[in-house]
């Protein structure tokens, strides 16, 4: 019987079990499919994480010293995905893809969440062949060539400068007249010279062949269509919470969620069902960043630790 079982290493989960070990817990597991790290080791940049200053280093830079910290006070970390996890009377029975049931006294849920498709025609199809979410996965693959970038978040306005340090030219679209990325970002986007912004209008398909993306057509808001000629497109359209661990055969929730399926927590990170925790980016109103993720964890893992104190 584990003390904890987190689910999710991304910044939440990895600052919990820090918190859940240092503080005592004996039996704390990270169940986490892939590395640890998360969605923050996709990004090419990081300059909003107090202490940490150094714009050449990339999101999976700032996430190597977590890992060595994180596993440093008895944290164990098996590479599993998790299916479901079930309430087993006051304790938690977690279901894990081809192996054993796992029982825990307690759980945090700290999935995380996963880059939105744009629903646009070719987008699956070329997935993967042109169609991208992550620029310092797949950059490279279009050095020297002419990209589009799709959104008008933080995401894509970061991601698209990145991209024109690569690419020999970036056209960055967005369907509305104005960006929601902060100031300083867009700014720089602005400023530089081989990126290319397209307001006002949308991608309406993704043309190719067998080799892949070729081409793009664009809607203005007056309604002309035209063709752009480009290798590869990347879609950062925001994301969806990963809440598949929470929902019961009965296809219900197993705590409360919010319409958007983000799970309802208090200030000390409690979900409606006593025993069973959340933090990061799948809560509600998530400012949806590294240092408030991880402040997340460092909650939930001291309320996890009162809440087995009164238990026992
Ligand atoms: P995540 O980082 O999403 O981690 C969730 C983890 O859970 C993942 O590793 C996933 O593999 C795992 N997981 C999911 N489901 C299962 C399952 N069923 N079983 C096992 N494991 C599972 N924030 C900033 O503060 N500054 C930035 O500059 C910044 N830049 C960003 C750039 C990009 C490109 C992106 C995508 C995000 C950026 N963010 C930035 C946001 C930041 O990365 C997130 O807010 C933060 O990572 C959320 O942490 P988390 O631990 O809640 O979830
Ligand atoms: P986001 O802020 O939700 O932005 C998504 C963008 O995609 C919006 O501009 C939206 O347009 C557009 N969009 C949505 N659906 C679309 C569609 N179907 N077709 C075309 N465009 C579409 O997502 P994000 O940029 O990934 O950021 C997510 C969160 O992480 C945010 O809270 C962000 O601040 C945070 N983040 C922070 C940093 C940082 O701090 N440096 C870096 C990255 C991310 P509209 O504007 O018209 O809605």
Redesign the pocket.
Known sequence: MLDCAIIGGGPAGLTAGLYATRGGLKNVVLFEKGLPGGQITQSSEIE?YPGFFDHTKSGMDFMDNWQKQCFNFGLEHRMDEVLQIQKDGENFSIQIAGKDPVSTKSVIVCTGSTP?R??IVGEDKFFGRGVSTCATCDGFFYKNKEVAV???????L?EAYYLSNICSKVYLI???DSF?A?PSTIQRVQNKENIEIVLNT?VTQILGDDMGVNSILLKDKNGSETKLEISGIFV????NVNNSVLKTSENNFLCDVNEQGQVIVNLKMHTSLEGLFAAGDIRIDA???VISAAGDGAVAALEVISYLQERS
């Open positions: 909003n939105k744009a629903g799709l959104g008008g978040g933080d995401t894509a970061e967005h369907r509305r929601r902060a949308t950062f359209v925001g994301h400012p949806k960043q």
